[in-house]
């Protein structure tokens, strides 16, 4: 309990408000981190107040002005430092390189962007229910080899043929869901065994070799190829989509509250409550497996092809982006806009340093780096927040 | 503090009871976890109106007994019968969804969630839209907001605040305000006052006492001797897994009842 019921009188609510709201727009700054007077010393304008008076915040509620309440209501939420994150790697990268806002990059940014964002929504949700799946990253691979293999050599069609790939990663989904809600193996461990499951099926099925898919197949096309003459491919299309839906989900539907309840103390409140904690555990592994398969064929269809090192890092990529996204590693609370920023960010550090003249592969330090110093700088922020939302 | 007489989220029945009818009965109940016996042959009962407690060392069977009770366990053997109607629960979904609500210790409320999301957990309004269970966000935060000024608790600004907002006094009250909102019949309260003030001691001793004057069973479990006596009618003193003496309000004091606890002889092998 971080805070009980002191200072809560309705009189010093604006002020205090204000105060902390103020102090938030400096979070690295030690001085206004302790500093918890609400306005401090009466005749000190300090940063944090100025900048309270400027976006109005210090007047009552009603009397707000337009940019008191936008400011109001972007610092209380938990997307705000994956978000100014995202900012200072724009503008950052801007200022370091004229290609930034190119057609190439934005194409690359883009691509690079919705399978991960479609892979970080989908373990979100189980992060948040309190659980995590390793297999991600192999199920990436694994979906888009046996959808290829289906219609390209056994002369399903390919609607069927993707119908049925995704059902065999919801049997995976399921497997997991089994193993961690019914035989209580920690999910980390079931979901280690899929993942080496999932590598081996791999290699018996292309044994290190690709896929390509030369002639024209229109459901690839639909859910690969390039969106008229924009920057802009299919699978971002399919993100977005999916960053709409799973947010109505996750905050407007009952089923969305059960996944946060669940979450929390290993599901024990949640159950004492009447949620059905294990079959929202289970839903969530397998709507995690279908949405990363899902998200390699989207990755195939775009790429006409799919190798076997496709989604190797992608589980650990995954995680990155909903963590700097701002969901709890320990589950019960998370957000599904933090996670596509996330997985946004890390796409465009990605591309950035490719742009500034960094080794291609070098990335993945830099994104390492950055998952430490942006968890650092969340919870801080997060303190704040919640020193300004009691 | 009079807590609004609202209609009940779910389809529940009136709450009012007929004052002294057996709301709940165990009969005979048997309890094991593996091959760890904890309840032998208990039988209880706990009438509308009154609050009967649940006394004794760490081990006795107590919280396995509630845990019974809410639908978290299922008996090993024994009947359990709610409004005289042999009841079976496979979940707490179905023991809340007869009327038993429980509140633990420090597991009533979730930090994470906004206090009105708290307050609906499990029993979700929701709109139309064939059954998506989509959430009425509005009305559930209005609700919410209403019965958290209900309880006196002013300095709630909006149903959207996390609960983390909540001292642990506050926290049992709303649990137990919940409870009554939704219907209950019988209230089942693992030591509410665990780590808790004087001051929020007596919030919660007072929530206990409302829920007694509308007519509701109370089954109460606590450590702190002080806090049992001025509230129960009927204190259980529980010794391994069963009830060993029944003790009547205003027939002990409260260093008879320490002593009797304490005495408590050790576990045959």
């Known amino acids: 309990m971080a805070h009980s019921d002191g200072g809560n009188q309705e009189t010093d609510n604006a002020l205090e408000t204000a105060a902390s709201a103020g102090s938030r727009a400096q979070p690295v700054s030690e001085h206004t981190m302790t500093d918890n007077v609400p306005g401090g010393p009466p005749g000190r304008r300090t940063v944090a107040t100025r900048l309270s008076e400027f976006v109005g915040l210090n007047q009552d509620r009603d009397q707000r002005t337009w940019r008191g309440h936008v400011f109001d209501w972007l610092v209380k939420r938990r997307e705000l430092g994956p978000l100014i994150g995202l900012l200072v790697a724009i503008i950052g990268f801007n200022a370091l390189t004229p290609y930034f806002f190119s057609q190439t990059s934005l194409t690359a940014i883009t691509t690079l962007a919705a399978p991960v964002c479609v892979v970080s929504i989908a373990v979100s949700f189980l992060l948040i229910s309190g659980e995590f799946d390793l297999s991600v990253g192999t199920m990436y691979g694994f979906t888009p080899i046996v959808w290829i293999i289906l219609f390209k050599y056994n002369g399903f069609d390919p609607g069927v043929a993707l119908a049925l790939a995704l059902l065999i990663s919801l049997g995976f989904g399921l497997l997991n869901g089994v193993a961690v809600v019914v035989f209580r193996v920690p999910s980390f461990i079931a979901t280690l065994g899929t993942f080496f499951l999932l590598e081996g099926l791999d290699n018996l099925l292309i044994g290190g070799g690709d896929l390509v898919v030369e002639n024209n197949v229109p459901l690839m096309s639909a859910m690969g190829e390039r969106l008229g003459t924009t920057p802009f491919y299919a699978p971002i299309l399919y993100a977005l989509a999916l960053i709409a839906i799973t947010w109505f989900i996750f905050t407007r539907t009952t089923y969305g509250n059960w996944s946060s309840a669940a979450g929390v103390n290993g599901g024990v409140v949640a159950k004492s409550m009447g949620v059905p904690v294990a079959r929202v555990k289970m839903i969530n592994f397998m709507v995690t497996a279908v949405l990363s398969g899902f998200a390699g064929c989207l990755e195939s269809s775009y790429l006409r092809s799919v190798t076997q090192n496709q989604g190797t890092d992608l589980a650990l990529l995954a995680i990155t982006a909903i963590i700097v996204g701002g969901t709890s590693i320990y589950g019960g609370s998370g957000s599904i806009i933090g996670a596509a920023i996330g997985a946004l960010l890390v796409s465009v550090v990605e591309v950035g340093l490719i742009l500034i003249g960094a080794p291609g592969t070098f990335y993945i330090s830099f994104i390492g780096g950055m998952l430490v110093v942006v968890v650092i700088f969340n919870a801080r922020l997060t303190r704040l927040q919640r020193l300004s939302r009691t | ?269």
């Open chain 2, 1 to 269: 503090m009079p807590i609004k007489e609202s209609k009940p989220a779910v389809g529940s029945a009136d709450t009012r009871l007929e004052p002294g009818a057996a709301v709940f009965e165990l009969d005979n109940v048997y309890h094991r976890y593996g091959w760890n016996e904890v309840v032998f042959g208990v039988s209880l009962t706990v009438h509308s109106g009154e609050v009967v407690a649940l006394v004794g060392d760490n081990g006795s069977g107590k919280s396995t007994l509630l845990k019974i009770m809410s639908g978290y366990h299922r008996p090993t053997k024994g009947r359990l019968r709610l409004l005289g109607k042999d009841v079976t629960f496979r979940s707490p979904a179905q023991a809340r969804d007869a009327g038993i609500e429980a509140v633990y210790q420090d597991l009533a409320i979730i930090d994470d969630l906004s206090l009105w999301r708290n307050f609906f957990l499990g029993k979700e309004r929701r709109r139309g839209f064939g059954g998506l269970g989509v959430l009425d966000v509005r009305g559930m935060r209005a609700e919410c907001e209403i019965q958290l000024r209900a309880l006196g608790l002013v300095s709630i600004r909006s149903g959207d605040q996390h609960a983390w907002v909540l001292s642990g006094g506050e926290r049992q009250s709303v649990a137990i305000a919940r409870a009554m909102y939704f219907g209950a019949k019988l209230l089942l309260l693992d030591e509410p006052t665990a780590a808790l003030s004087i001051r929020e001691t007596g919030l919660v001793l007072q929530g206990i006492d409302d829920a007694r004057e509308k007519g509701l069973g109370v089954l109460y479990i606590d450590h702190n001797i002080g806090h049992v006596l001025p509230v129960a009618d009927r204190i259980l003193l529980l010794e391994h897994g069963r009830i060993a003496r029944t003790i009547m309000r205003g027939d002990i004091s409260e260093d008879e009842l320490k002593e009797m606890i304490a005495k408590t002889p050790l576990r045959r092998k």
